[in-house]
């Protein structure tokens, strides 16, 4: 169930069972926490013990015709009056953001660089890496994690992404697969393998994090 702070209009859902860790979700621009994405990593968190938020902010389609420093402050301000609140209020004694496309950019832009989130797991998907300083944020980071993004997606590139694998993130280059992770030519069948294969690489992600 959708809820607000008192002080705060941006909805959130935070499904709450009593856990000693949380994953905080942001959502692309149109794709939002019911998506397929969204949906299968919800339920791969709960079945791993960790309880969820959902931040639902929502935005204008030429959101991102503003500059990246523009977009990531209005994000961080709709994002940490909520993620102040479940740490201040729950006690949660690990962390770990999970970002589809746009929902990428506060955790690469800020969230990645403050000190008390150096130890948080990033599951990266589809991140807008054709900002230069977004790109520099991962390989610079020390953080574990999971990066997925498909080979057709505008924000692949080859060459560059071949600079990534020299960092401690898992990176997932999906074959064929588009900024929605849909593989085309339209297979519903590839789709779904490729969907359960990014749920597989992110629980393995949360194992290997959990050894260190």
Do not use: W
């Amino acid at each position: 169930m959708k809820q607000t702070l008192p002080y705060h209009s941006v909805p959130y859902t935070h499904i709450h069972r009593g856990s000693k860790k949380v994953c905080m979700m942001f959502s692309g621009l149109g794709y939002h926490s019911e998506k397929p994405l969204f949906y299968y990593s919800t339920m791969l968190m709960l079945e791993e013990g960790i309880d969820v938020v959902h931040v639902h902010y929502s935005y204008d389609r030429d959101f991102l015709q503003q500059s990246l420093q523009t977009v990531a402050h209005m994000m961080i301000k709709d994002i940490d009056p909520i993620l102040t609140h479940i740490l201040e209020a729950y006690s949660y004694e690990e962390i770990i953001f999970l970002g589809k496309s746009l929902g990428t950019v506060p955790i690469l832009y800020d969230f990645m660089k403050q000190d008390r989130f150096a130890d948080t797991t990033m599951l990266l998907l589809t991140p807008l890496l054709n900002f230069p300083e977004l790109f520099t944020s991962i390989q610079e980071s020390k953080h574990r994690g999971l990066l997925v993004i498909g080979d057709q997606d505008v924000h692949y590139d080859k060459q560059k992404f071949q600079q990534l694998h020299e960092t401690n993130f898992q990176v997932d280059i999906i074959k064929d697969a588009d900024h929605s992770l849909d593989v085309h030519p339209v297979s519903a069948h590839a789709s779904l393998t490729a969907l359960t294969n990014v749920m597989n690489n992110m629980r393995k992600s949360l194992h290997l994090v959990k050894q260190h």
